[in-house]
Every structure is written in C-alpha cells, then in structure tokens.
C-alpha cells in the first residue's frame, strides 16, 4: 500500500511527540517497568535507564528536530514494508533509532528483541498504542524473523559476520562492535574532564559510543583527571557487577608486567588497542596530532566516534560529554538509515 510521505511524517512526528510527554513522566508503573527490566539485564540500572530515556525524549523525539532531520530527505510515494530489527541489549533501548527510522520511513518494524531488552520495548510500545493504536499495528514483534523485506541488525563481530550470511539474500543494514576514541592536548579544563567521564562512564561503557581509549601528550599529568572522576562517579562503585570488573582487572594488572594506573573509578591500561575491557580505559602517548589522525584512519571500521576540544585536520571531533547523546542524523557506523530505507522503495 502507498502512502503520502508527508501526511505520515506529520502523523508520526505527532506521535513521538506525544511519546516523548509519557516517557518523561514519573509514576509507578514505570518504575514496575524499570525495575523488571533490570531483572532482565542487571546492567540497567534505572540512573542508565533514565540517562537514555532522556536522551531520546530530548534528542530524538522532538518535533522540532525530526522536522528538521526529516526535511532533509526526498520522499516519494512510500511503498509500505517489512522491515526486520534485531536489537542488541548492550545498552537500554539501543535500538530505538532504528525502530524510529523504519517507522518515520512509513515502514513497519518486525522487531526480534534481545530478551535481556525486551521489557523497554514493549513498554515503549504499550505507551504508543495508548497514544494512537493505529500507529501501535507499524510495530510487530517477533520470536523469529520469518517475514521481512529487508532487515537492520546489530550485534557482536562474530554475529554481524552471522547476519550477513543469513539476511544475504535481502537488503541489510549490519553493524559489529565499535568504541569511540577521545585525545586531550593537556588545556582542558576541569568542566571538560568531568564531561568526558560522562563519555566513559555513560551505561558502564558499555556503549559503542563510549570512549574506550585516549591519547594524551607525553608526560602527561593524570592526577587532576582521575581525581575529578573519583570524586564525581562515585556510584560506579555501588554497582557490583562493574566493581566485580573493576578488581577482576586490578588482579589481572597486578600479575602480569602492565603499565597502568590506579583510580577508584578505573583502571588507566597503556595500550595500543581501541577495545578496552569494562572498569578499564586504554590510553596512549602522542608526540604530534597527525599520530592520532593516522592511527584513526587505520582503526576505521572499529571506532564509532572521536572525541576532543578540536577537529584533528579533517577528522571531525565531537564535544566533550556528547559521545552518549548522538543527533538523529548521527548514524551508527555512518551507515544513513534512512538512506537505505528510501532505496528500499
């Protein structure tokens, strides 16, 4: 069936305005909602859970800036489909751009939840459905993708590698793992420090987007940093599983010849790899930029995002303290959705 892109944007764009009143307010049943949610997935604690409620009521959902976002695109006579979604559960409702995009597109989403994220999704769907159950039928989900068009997926490297197999045969959109990067030229101030802990700690770090490693100048003085972080993070320490992580890879450092430095917050780990383990940030010595831009441009398809107080020649850097609160036009791996929907009409 075909329909007017405009009318439905306008439809939509109301919908998720209404969506964004309802996700903000307070009440018992959404901390029911919180709470079970954590039983599914003890890293969703409800401050991360909240941290991402706001971020898309604020950076997704506002009509002002889905207008904006939107008017960017040609639409032409949207030829409704199937799409499939399978959602990773890294982070709380990491996928919902994806189910956004698809649904904005005037697609519908045949969503295959990770089970450890399940419980958002449906409640996310419960609230559309009380707002216009019409718009609720776009929103179907499945315990296995049998019927679909096309399909968005991510996950893991090793499940990505899966998903191209499998989905081989239809228009895909696959992501693997990435981490964000950040570099410090040493005049940052204490403001700056502080955001870029929000950079790292945001959901545990266990986000694409978070900053798993940075470059800093030689001689580098790292006490100002890590006291701001001790002092301001301090409920890191009253998660068991990250502090679990956190003396896991204390033990690890201590028995083997690592150079690394010691926080109450952290483990700073000298390393050249992007990747770095949970209660861990990797960090390394520059002597000019043009080391950072190169090394970027070679770890390419494993960084999501660079963050600093400048653009390192071409390499656009985002502002401290972003890296967790991406735009609607901020892709994940730089793949356009939107993009790739339209060429599915």
């Keep these: 069936m075909k329909k007017n892109p405009d009318s439905l944007q306008i439809f939509w764009i109301d919908i998720f305005s209404k969506l964004s009143e ?6 018992e049943s959404k901390r029911n909602v919180f709470a079970q949610a954590r039983l599914h997935n003890p890293w969703y604690e409800p401050k991360e ?3 991402m409620i706001q ?15 939107i008017s960017k695109y040609q639409f032409q006579q949207i030829l409704t489909k199937k799409v499939g979604l399978i959602t990773a559960a890294n ?46 039928k776009s929103i179907h989900f499945v315990e296995r993708l049998t019927d679909y068009n096309a399909v968005i997926a991510t996950g893991s490297d090793q499940s990505a590698s899966l998903f191209k197999q499998y989905f081989s ?38 986000g694409c987007r978070n900053v ?19 002092k301001n993070y301090q ?63 070679t770890n ?3 960084i999501q995002c660079c963050i600093g107080s400048e653009n390192i020649q071409d390499l656009i850097c985002e502002s401290f303290g972003t890296s967790q609160k991406p735009a609607l036009s901020s892709y994940a791996d730089q793949m356009d959705t939107i993009q790739f929907l339209l060429l599915e009409n």
């Excluded at 959109?173 to 981490?179: D, T």
């Excluded at 798993?212 to 001790?230: A, E, M, R």
């Design 91 to 136: 982070i709380p409702l990491v996928g919902f751009h994806d189910l956004l995009c698809i649904l904005i597109s005037g697609h519908e989403a045949m969503v295959k939840c990770s089970e450890r994220d399940k419980v958002l999704y449906l409640w996310i769907h419960s609230l559309i459905e009380a707002i216009s159950p019409e718009a609720a």
């Design 169 to 206: 045969k239809v228009p895909h959109l696959i992501r693997s793992h990435r981490n964000s990067v950040a570099w410090l030229n040493a005049h940052e101030s204490n403001d700056e420090l502080l955001l870029l802990g929000e950079d790292v700690f945001s959901y545990f770090g266990l």
């Design 55 to 69: 971020a898309i009521a604020h950076d997704y959902l506002d009509p002002i800036k889905l207008q904006s976002w």
């Design 300 to 302: 390419n398809e494993k």
């Design 235 to 297: 409920y890191l320490r009253d998660s068991n599983r990250y502090h679990n992580n956190y003396d896991y890879r204390l033990a690890i450092c201590l028995l083997n010849p690592i150079k690394f430095l010691q926080a109450e917050s952290i483990l700073l780990i000298q390393n050249n790899e992007i990747n770095s383990a949970i209660a861990t940030l990797h960090f390394e010595y520059y002597n000019s930029t043009k080391e950072i831009y190169e090394n970027i441009l």
């Design 22 to 27: 309802e996700i903000l307010k307070d009440s």
């Design 49 to 51: 859970i909240n941290r």
């Design 212 to 230: 798993s490693k940075i470059w800093v100048p030689h001689n580098y003085q790292f006490d100002t940093l890590l006291g701001l972080w001790d």
